[in-house]
Nanobody
Framework: QVQLVESGGGLVQAGGSLRLSCAASGRTFSGYTMGWFRQSPGKEREFVAA????????YYAESVKGRFTISNDNAKNTVYLQMNSLKPEDTAVYYC????????????????????WGQGTQVTVSS
């Protein structure tokens, strides 16, 4: 059974940084696509970033390009989301997601394409 556990959320001032971690367990993740999504109250879950586990391809939402960086550590089975220059509009619950195949670029941003989800971690950016 695949398990995803997020950590690293918290309260930060605008302009600050946070690094989220997603510890993955339950199987080998070679060939998987790993994603980060976020959801704020009253809004739909939205794509933030994704990475292919071995291929190293990365994808970003336009709203976070140049500020956020997704990466993974094979040895630790962990995916990271480095968030810099945070803005109040980045405030949300951030979720880690995974699916056991390499998603095409046109669907990598779609939440329904992912099979496994973590419980989420709250990120709050104060102005």
């Amino acid at each position: 059974q695949v398990q995803l556990v997020e950590s690293g959320g918290g309260l930060v001032q605008a302009g600050g940084s946070l690094r989220l971690s997603c510890a993955a367990s339950g199987r080998t993740f070679s060939g998987y696509t790993m994603g980060w999504f976020r959801q704020s109250p009253g809004k739909e879950r939205e794509f933030v970033a994704a990475i292919t586990w071995n291929g190293g391809s990365t994808y970003y939402a336009e709203s976070v390009k140049g500020r956020f960086t997704i990466s993974n550590d094979n040895a630790k089975n962990t995916v990271y989301l480095q968030m810099n220059s945070l803005k109040p509009e980045d405030t949300a619950v951030y979720y880690c997601a995974a699916v056991g195949l390499r998603l095409l670029p046109k669907v990598v941003t779609t939440a329904r394409a992912y099979r496994y989800w973590g419980q989420g971690t709250q990120v709050t950016v104060s102005s």
